[in-house]
């Protein structure tokens, strides 16, 4: 079995994850048993737990998944178990803060076995900050979900320096295998990447309004009507590459342009 830690953690061993109860604890929950894993929440609140599975069923009702709900519920157990040892995945969904996180892998450290995975859902805390003198470090690695993330499936998958490459392995095949669309980062950054992304779209739209060059309400429908339609289907590279006649004129002025704004605005 697999067992999960503060808004519901989740673990498996090919059949058991272990999971959090908050918002992303209860959320991978629902991810991994539509994928066919079993999954154990942990939470140091039992309301969290009583509303977890309140709100799983609730959402059970709209059969996302292919399992009937019945057995998809089935694969949900808040019961704690001690045998932590035989759980394959550990996803910790505390909240965001560095302490707690930490003190959570260190008694999780005492008592895993050596194939175990220990995952973190962190947003932004990197990999040394969390892992970094762990006995079991080459097993942990940070799985950042997008919320909620039975809509959204992107997990960006970040190693500690120290992490086996197959525990990167392990993790992103398990992703797959859930229906996540899993990428990996090979060494950690601030922002990960998806935030990175973010942030620059988010500090050069707040500079053309500040300008005066563009509303808000026109700025966003550059990227709900125009932009954003593109990239739900096709990433920025892949947008070059078919950018047909021109090509290699686009990349040069991309890159010319993502020069100045690194200099004169991102600096
Ligand atoms: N909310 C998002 O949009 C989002 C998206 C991606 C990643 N994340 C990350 O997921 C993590 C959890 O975020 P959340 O929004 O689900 O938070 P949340 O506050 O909804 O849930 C946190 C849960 O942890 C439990 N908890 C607190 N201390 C604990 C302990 N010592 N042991 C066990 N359980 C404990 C709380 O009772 C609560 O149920 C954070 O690291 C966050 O950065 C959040």
Not at 74 to 97: D, G, M
Not at 149 to 175: F, Q
Not at 183 to 188: C, F, I, M, Q
């Amino acid at each position: 079995p697999a067992k999960s830690f503060g808004g519901c953690a989740a673990a498996v061993d090919y059949s058991y994850k272990l999971l959090y109860c908050g918002l992303i604890g209860r959320s991978w929950a629902m991810v991994f048993a539509g994928g066919g894993f079993r999954v154990k929440l942990y939470d140091i609140v039992q309301q969290q737990i009583t509303s977890a599975l309140e709100y799983i069923s609730k959402y059970l009702l709209l059969e996302w998944f292919t399992l009937s709900s019945e057995v998809y519920y089935s694969c949900i157990n808040w019961r704690i178990s001690n045998a932590i040892y035989y759980y394959f995945l550990f996803q910790e969904c505390t909240p965001e803060k560095l302490e707690l996180k930490k003190k959570i892998f260190g008694q999780l450290d005492l008592i895993v076995s050596n194939d175990v995975i220990l995952s973190s859902s962190t947003s932004t805390l990197l990999p040394t900050k969390l892992f970094t003198g762990l006995k079991h470090v080459k097993q942990c690695i940070v799985a950042h979900p997008v919320n909620p993330p039975y809509y959204v499936p992107l997990v960006e998958l970040v190693p500690h320096p120290e992490t086996e490459p197959s525990t990167v392995d392990k993790t992103h095949a398990l992703m797959k295998k859930i229906g996540q669309s899993p990428v990996k980062l090979t060494k950690e950054i601030d922002g990960f990447v998806l935030n990175r992304l973010q942030y620059a779209v988010i500090s050069e739209a707040w500079r053309l309004v500040g300008e005066g060059v563009i509303s808000p309400a026109d700025l966003d429908l550059v990227m709900s009507d125009g932009l954003g339609m593109r990239y739900a289907f096709i990433g920025p590279l892949e947008t070059m590459h078919l950018n047909a006649e021109g090509y290699s004129q686009c990349i040069f002025c991309s890159y010319k342009l993502s020069q100045f704004l690194s200099k004169h605005i991102y600096s």
